[in-house]
């Protein structure tokens, strides 16, 4: 039998915490680099300073420790549990909380969770959305993603026919995105989950903006689909901040699971072109 | 593409030459206003309450900033998305607010009453906020504390980068842009 490992959810706690931090502050390696990339290809002036202005903000972000965006987002976790971790201290949910709770305090991050019906601000940025995955091994891999609200607001599930197929997702992911427009603050990362079901279909979608930015998939006919959607986005002038240009989309991402016969669940999530994210082992 | 410079309160004869794509650097104060304060605002003017500010020509900002640190005006203070504001910007372009400042697309209503009423809708880079939120250089909330990062607050802002994007001759910057560089790859 493989031994137990005991992990403290203090410890939890306090990765939560300066994750949650970082990524207010300082954008992911993966996705200024692509941004530099696409900087270098942009034909558009305007195009370039939107470019300009996005880089600088970058900088002072990093370096004055203000938030890249106002909207500071809500705290969406990936956790994937090894399933001989054994958690000890505590409720691993009650120290995820705790981390995300003390980082919006203690770092001035906008606190943005809300009533859905009254609109009464919580003022503690709670609760976080979890996602929990039960995986082989002793370790315990956290992603933490800080998801604004306005490319969220830009995400959708639709449950396509499958007789609709590859060019009707194809289609549905283009059109949903070009209208987006200048909406969720272009460039963005589009993720896609294709099949499983209704909402296992979002959590991929998500889960597929936190890919390494450009990383084409492992299954060529995907990575194919990707390029695809991609340069179609890419030709629709919208461009940096909508103000016209060669980059509307730094990277599409799909992810893939079986469906059902009569379903073809299709989920489209939008992040903006800070794509706030960071990840611990513990 | 023309660049002004602006003070507010902003007037019809600064409104008419404002033409989209051109650059304003504006000065002066301006209110903020999103989705929770706009619906108590058109409430109060529905009930013929007073309202936080008089919107005669006033530029509201549609933004939730972020909390200040000791010794800074505001935190981040970039546009939230505008849209949710479609229902609103009506109302109060009628009651003489001469602009708005946000990111991304508003409805033909907004875009018909900016050129009946004569006014503009501006936008700003989203999610450059810690950049953006340098031109303000004093911040006070005036209404509706309770709201939190969705108060109304009085700014004072000194060349405060912004495009024009709808003007008050029909025209929509997001819409010319697209068409200019749709097919280019």
Known sequence: ?282 | MAEYKMTTPLSDEDIIKLKAGDSVFLSGVIYTARDAAHMRIVASLEKGEDLPFDPKGQVIYYVGPSPARPGKPIGSAGPTTSYRMNSFAPILIAKGQKGMIGKGKMSQEVKDACVKYKACYFASIGGAAAVVGQAVKKAEIIAYPELGPEAVRRLEVEDMPLFVCYDSHGNDLYEMAKKEWANRL
Not at chain 1, 1 to 22: F, G, H, P, T
Not at chain 1, 82 to 96: C, W
Request: aromatic content about 6%; glycine content about 8%.
């Open chain 1, 1 to 282: 039998m493989a031994k137990v490992r005991e992990v403290s959810v203090k410890d939890v706690e306090q990765a939560v915490y300066k994750m949650a931090l970082d990524a207010a502050y300082h954008i992911p390696e993966d996705v200024l680099a692509a941004e530099k990339e696409a900087y270098a290809k942009e034909k558009s002036e305007v195009a370039k300073k939107v470019f300009d202005t996005i880089f600088s903000n970058i900088e002072v972000s990093s370096k004055e420790e203000f938030p890249l965006c106002q909207d500071t987002g809500l705290g969406i976790l990936f956790v994937e549990v090894g399933q001989d971790v054994h958690f000890v201290d505590g409720y691993i949910v009650d120290a995820i909380n705790s981390g995300v709770e003390r980082a919006y305090k203690d770092g001035y991050l906008r606190k943005s969770s809300c009533h859905p019906l009254t609109r009464a601000n919580y003022g503690n940025n709670l609760p976080a959305i979890i996602h929990t995955f039960v995986v082989p091994g002793d370790k315990v891999k956290i992603v933490f993603d800080a998801k604004g609200g306005g490319s969220e607001s830009m995400s959708k599930v639709q449950m396509l026919k499958p007789a609709d197929g590859r060019d009707g997702i194809v289609k549905t992911v283009v059109d949903w995105v070009i209208e987006a427009g200048p909406n969720p603050c272009p460039p963005t990362i589009i993720g896609v989950g294709i099949g499983a079901d209704f909402e296992r279909s979002a959590v991929m979608a998500k889960h597929a903006t936190l890919r390494k930015v450009g990383e084409p998939s492992t299954d060529p006919d995907l990575a194919d689909m990707e390029k695809e959607i991609l340069t179609k986005i890419n030709n629709s002038g919208v461009g940096p901040a909508g103000l016209g240009g060669l980059t509307t989309c730094l990277a599409v991402h799909i992810e893939m699971e079986p469906c059902h016969i009569a379903t073809l669940p299709l989920a489209i999530n939008t992040a903006c072109h800070v794509n706030r994210h960071k990840e611990t082992e513990l």
